[in-house]
Nanobody, 122 residues
Framework: QVQLVESGGGLVQAGGSLRLSCVAS????????MGWYRQAPGKQRELVAA???????NYAESAKGRFTISRENAKNTVYLQMNSLKPEDTAVYYC????????????????WGQGTQVSVSS
């Protein structure tokens, strides 16, 4: 069983910063990609930032220049540094791990964390 545990969410004023962390644990042989998504009330879940399987990064337009994704592969951990936060960044932020294998040649699965709330007040 693989688990993703997020931390670092909270309430912050507009212009402030937060750093989210996500640790993948369990029986993990390899992970293709990890990233962050968010879902605001009444809206669909959307990509915020993610590492691709090739190691490059993808950012939502709304995140470019303000958010930075980073990782520690040896720890199966991914971070999201969020600066200059805006009220429209308010959402539940979910960690995603894609292409997870528990052993060589085993099927790949996708996992999601339970989500962490980020609230930005104006």
């Amino acid at each position: 069983q693989v688990q993703l545990v997020e931390s670092g969410g909270g309430l912050v004023q507009a212009g402030g910063s937060l750093r989210l962390s996500c640790v993948a644990s369990g029986r993990i042989f390899s992970i293709n990609a990890m990233g962050w998504y968010r879902q605001a009330p009444g809206k669909q879940r959307e990509l915020v930032a993610a590492f691709t399987s090739g190691g490059s990064t993808n950012y939502a337009e709304s995140a470019k220049g303000r958010f930075t994704i980073s990782r520690e592969n040896a720890k199966n951990t991914v971070y999201l540094q969020m600066n200059s936060l805006k009220p429209e960044d308010t959402a539940v932020y979910y960690c995603n791990a894609d292409g997870v294998r528990v052993g060589f040649g085993t099927p790949r699965y996708t996992y999601w964390g339970q989500g962490t709330q980020v609230s930005v007040s104006s």
